[in-house]
């Protein structure tokens, strides 16, 4: 997945937006999640995350201190807590293995909601493979809170209410 730097800026203006909604982020520290999918190759995403991170810390002050959950989405999903600067340097994808399989976003979505329900922003790097198999399941993962917190980066950004609309 190729990301330029403005594609970048986007992403981090987007996220502003997500933290400006009334009753999201009301100061301290900021918790964010950064999901990958295990179907993507290192070198897929690697730039791309970077690139997001270098703008966030960039664009904004609240990114100076982040208690940030790095989200493997494989056949299970692995959640662990790494220092947003490791993202810049790849450093937390030194363990990550390639494994493609068939996903539903839906399960990503319960995933998110049962467990990542304390961030504030959700950025999953996504392939385009992906699928969703039950609508209803997907609309209820993502209401009520979810579908204003989350960013879908594959091909295309999507926000969790433009997944929704478009896509079920």
């Known amino acids: 997945m190729e990301l330029t730097e403005i594609g970048a800026l986007q992403i981090a203006k987007r996220v502003d937006a997500i933290l400006h909604v009334p009753g999201n982020y009301r100061g301290g520290v900021l918790e964010m999640a950064v999901v990958i999918d295990t179907s993507l190759e290192p070198e897929d ?53 390639c494994c493609p399989c068939e996903k539903y976003y839906e399960e990503l979505f319960a995933y998110l909601k049962k467990f990542q329900a304390r961030s504030k922003v959700i950025l999953a790097f996504t392939g385009e493979q992906n699928k969703v198999l039950n609508d209803q399941a997907a609309k209820e993962a993502l209401s009520p809170f979810l579908k204003s917190k989350i960013l879908l980066i594959s091909g295309q950004i999507l926000s969790g209410t433009e997944f929704l609309l478009r896509c079920i």
């Open 45 to 97: 995403f690697r730039g791309a995350v970077a690139a997001v991170t270098r703008a966030l810390k960039r664009e904004n002050d609240i990114f100076r201190n982040v208690r940030l959950n790095l989200v493997f989405w494989g056949r299970e999903m692995e959640s662990k807590a790494v220092p947003m600067a490791m993202l810049m340097t790849g450093g937390a994808f030194d363990e990550y293995r």
